[in-house]
């Protein structure tokens, strides 16, 4: 049990484009998610706390204007990078909280995103 | 801030020997304290967890300690294997003004045969 998927896995788009990543959590549901930015050797470093129904929270000096997240329902958020840069490769991974729970949080698989 | 420092960097550990990681947190109100398994190209796999009225925690291989005085938290890995080399990342949650966690730098754990 507690399956997050992501998709895709891997994307590679052009500068000026924009990429949707999709999480989804399949044999629960989730009333939280989280977006998470992970750079090559480092730790994950929380871009935003989504909530079912209502607008996504941001960590301070991540620009929501360019990292658009949208938690439609208990089991789906979706990320979108706007106007992607080179410097937005990263490798990309979410995180969902089930509903009965104040603590866990299981993680997707990631998603890896080359900006050209 | 908010912070939590994890040693070592780096970890080297012949098989069958065991391995300790430890960690320490800053911020006080923290009350629930994972530690997650990263292989390469994956997501972070929760491995076991602690809750800050408990000291300790087992199971099979791997046990959490948690001192809440020193705010100091630590896994220990006995009869390491091969297929235990990855990343480990520790952090320190809290439920209060919403679920966060900070995570620890990470681990490399490399186990020899």
């Known amino acids: 049990g507690a399956v997050v998927s992501q998709h895709p896995s891997w994307v590679i788009c052009k500068s000026g484009t924009s990429v949707k990543i999709e999480c989804r959590s399949l044999d629960f549901q989730a009333t939280t998610m989280f977006w998470y930015r992970q750079f090559p050797k480092q730790s994950l470093m929380l871009m935003a706390t989504?909530?079912?129904?209502?607008?996504?929270?941001?960590e301070q000096g991540v620009e929501k204007d360019k990292f658009l997240i949208n938690h439609a329902s208990l089991t789906l958020s979706t990320l979108t990078v706007t106007s992607a840069h080179p410097e937005d490769s990263s490798f990309y991974i979410c995180?969902?909280?089930?509903?009965?729970?104040?603590?866990?949080?299981?993680f997707g698989p990631g998603t890896r995103l080359t900006v050209t | 801030g908010e912070n939590v420092e994890q040693h070592p960097s780096t970890l080297s550990v012949q098989e069958g020997d065991s391995a300790v990681i430890k960690c320490t947190y800053s911020?006080?109100?923290?009350?629930?304290f994972p530690w997650y398994k990263q292989e390469l190209g994956k997501g972070p796999q929760l491995i076991i967890d602690i809750r800050s009225n408990v000291g300790e925690k087992k199971d099979q291989r791997i046990a959490v300690t948690l001192n809440k005085t020193a705010k100091h938290f630590s896994l220990h890995i006995t009869e390491t294997q091969p297929e235990d080399s990855a990343v480990y990342f520790c952090?320190?949650?809290?439920?209060?003004?919403?679920?966060?966690?900070?995570f620890g730098a990470g681990t490399r754990l490399f186990v020899k045969a």
């Open positions: 952090a320190a949650g809290k439920v209060a003004g919403g679920f966060k966690t900070i």
């Open positions: 995180s969902a909280q089930p509903r009965d729970t104040n603590y866990e949080q299981y």
């Open positions: 911020d006080s109100a923290s009350n629930y």
């Open positions: 989504s909530n079912e129904g209502s607008k996504a929270t941001y």
